[in-house]
């Protein structure tokens, strides 16, 4: 079965790092784009970072500067180092991946379970 799970998530005080991973297991033959999304209580999903098979990448404006998409595709793993952490990030964190799995013909669309960020000031 493939999935993808996150991790990394936790509570943190301000100006804090953390480094969520996003993993693939399953009988996966390639990785297509990947994104970071999160949602806060009562707003709507929105895309945070992205990176294509490539290495590609686009931040949401109010993460610019401060977190970092990165993919090791050794490990079928993406990561989001986020720096220097505001309480506005508060959120649950998930990861979404077009999968191709061994055997398939055309790639489809996953998402984590999500990890909660929990930023106080």
């Known amino acids: 079965q493939v999935q993808l799970v996150e991790s990394g998530g936790g509570l943190v005080q301000a100006g804090w790092s953390l480094r969520l991973s996003c993993a693939a297991s399953?009988?996966?033959?390639?990785?297509?784009?990947v994104g970071w999304y999160r949602q806060a209580p009562g707003k709507q999903r929105e895309l945070v970072a992205a990176?294509?098979?490539?290495?590609?990448?686009v931040y949401v404006d109010s993460v610019k500067g401060r977190f970092t998409i990165s993919r090791d595709n050794a490990k079928n793993t993406v990561y989001l180092q986020m720096n220097s952490l505001k309480p506005e990030d508060t959120a649950v964190y998930y990861c979404?991946?077009?999968?191709?799995?061994?055997?398939?013909?055309?790639?489809?669309?996953?998402w984590g379970q999500g990890t909660q960020v929990t930023v106080s000031s």
């Open positions: 990176i294509t098979s490539g290495g590609s990448t």
């Open positions: 979404n991946a077009g999968l191709l799995r061994v055997g398939a013909v055309s790639s489809k669309d996953y």
């Open positions: 399953g009988s996966i033959f390639s990785i297509n784009a």
